[in-house]
């Protein structure tokens, strides 16, 4: 028998499914910031005031960018859990395709603007010359993971619409432990300091992504993910973003 994630939140004891969902989301939300707050240890530690002062000059853009596609992905949950909720498969599945599709495409054209401008966002920001050529480095590596980035935070959103929190915790930790292994891997051993905690990083976006990609396509009810099914639904797409 197949294991499955979703919580029924319609059916059954409210506060138990409650709990059931919410403690997951909020092990998941910790474990970013824990895994962030890892990169800027390693570095501090083992590679030097300077790199640890440049990848400190990043953390407001890093966390702007976060915060706004977490924000445009909880959309995508909402538009999605509405057509589950009304029972329309054929909607579900054109809202999981539309959210994919605007992963892929946001992740890519946001790596191209990050790459180009992560100076000059540095710049505005009255980033310190000494530091500034490393912080643009660890901008333009860590840009080149925003497709990443996108994709799993969409792929959860789809999971997250139907009750599924656990699996996206689980992705997040193993893509995390990754991370911090990496951090120290390439730092310590290779003696890549800002660029190797950025290329750890991206690497890390990039198996919770791909992790989360597997479950949708494996899934079997109308959140089954179809590459061939992939097309902008306009009008998804702006309920998403309102």
């Known amino acids: 028998m197949k294991q499955t994630y979703s919580i029924d939140m319609i059916n059954g004891p409210l506060l138990k499914n409650i709990v059931l969902f919410a403690v997951p989301l909020m092990f998941t939300n910790f474990l970013q910031i824990l895994f962030n707050a890892a990169d800027t240890i390693v570095v501090g530690k083992f590679a030097g005031e300077t790199a640890l002062a440049a990848v400190g000059a990043t953390g407001s853009i890093v966390f702007l960018i976060t915060s706004l596609f977490n924000g445009l992905a909880t959309g995508s949950n909402v538009v999605i859990a509405r057509c589950m909720g009304i029972k329309k498969d054929e909607l579900i599945s054109r809202a999981v395709h539309t959210s994919i599709f605007v992963a892929?495409?946001?992740?890519?054209?946001?790596?191209v603007i990050g790459f180009i401008f992560a100076r000059s966002?540095?710049?505005?920001?009255?980033?310190?010359?000494?530091i500034i050529d490393l912080s643009n480095l660890y901008m333009q590596i860590y840009f080149c993971g925003s497709l990443f980035l996108l994709v799993y935070d969409f792929g959860a959103a789809i999971l997250r619409s139907k009750?599924?929190?656990?699996?996206?915790?689980?992705f997040l930790f193993a893509g995390g432990i990754l991370n911090v292994v990496l951090n120290l891997i390439f730092v310590i051993v290779f003696q890549m300091s800002v660029a190797g905690v950025a290329i750890a990083t991206v690497v890390s976006q990039a198996v919770s992504a791909c992790l989360v990609l597997i479950a949708l396509v494996k899934e079997e009810d109308a959140t089954h993910l179809d590459f061939r099914k992939l097309r902008l639904d306009e009008t998804i797409a702006w309920d998403i973003i309102k």
Request: charge should be neutral; avoid cysteine; aromatic fraction near 8%.
């Open 104 to 111: 892929l495409g946001g992740g890519a054209i946001l790596t």
């Open 163 to 170: 009750g599924d929190t656990q699996r996206p915790l689980y």
């Open 121 to 130: 966002f540095l710049i505005a920001m009255s980033t310190p010359k000494d």
